[in-house]
T-cell receptor
């Protein structure tokens, strides 16, 4: 089955700096790559996703890049704010999405 | 709004007890999932289901079973709870595509 690895496990940045989280996957059949944000005590929620026919996707301060050849994808957050502090999870699955595997998570702390 | 409801937010059980965790979704989603969340280990897939009465093992199915008798309901069963099953359990559903999670069920096994 799919194996997703995520780095770093913790990340601390100053407010206004950029943050980058990287993930690799093992199964070449995976073609859907979502990112979830989990705030303390809350459920994970989708923040952005990318499909394998796209190399990059951007939504305001958040962007995701995908390199299918190298089997890695990354989350980029620019102009970080304290409310970006949370645990972020990457995931990978076939497009039908019924076999979703997650990375171990990255705890992002944005210092004011 | 998609709603995924887990019946119990907090449970405390004794070793050897049978435990049922219930999950109901109201969006007619085909796929349903059970994950276990532990610090440093992320979300690990226990079982998933892509149709009524269908189930597939995830990465850590040992000690668990599931039931999906109706499309909207997916139950996780611990036949004989053990202390190493103390964890947060998250249910999710999808169309497919985006996963919608429940609030989670924190299970403590003493």
């Amino acid at each position: 089955g799919e194996n997703v690895e995520q780095h770093p496990s913790t990340l601390s940045v100053q407010e206004g700096d950029s943050a980058v989280i990287k993930c690799t996957y093992s199964d070449s059949a995976s073609n859907y790559f979502p990112w979830y944000k989990q705030e303390l005590g809350k459920r994970p929620q989708l923040i952005i996703d990318i499909r394998s026919n796209v190399g990059e996707k951007k939504d305001q301060r958040i962007a995701v890049t995908l390199n299918k050849t190298a089997k890695h994808f990354s989350l980029h957050i620019t102009e970080t704010q304290p409310e970006d502090s949370a645990v972020y999870f990457c995931a990978a699955s076939p497009l039908r999405g019924n076999d979703m595997r997650f990375g171990a998570g990255t705890r992002l702390t944005v210092k004011p | 709004d998609v709603k995924v409801t887990q019946s119990s937010r907090y449970l405390v059980k004794r070793t050897g007890e049978k435990v049922f965790l219930e999950c109901v979704q109201d969006m007619d989603h085909e796929n349903m999932f059970w994950y276990r969340q532990d610090p440093g280990l992320g979300l690990r897939l226990i079982y998933f289901s892509y149709d009524v009465k269908m189930k597939e093992k995830g990465d850590i199915p040992e000690g668990y079973s599931v039931s999906r008798e109706k499309k909207e309901r997916f139950s996780l069963i611990l036949e004989s709870a053990s202390t190493n099953q103390t964890s947060m359990y998250l249910c999710a559903s999808s169309h497919p595509g985006e996963l919608f999670f429940g609030e989670g069920s924190r299970l403590t096994v003493l």
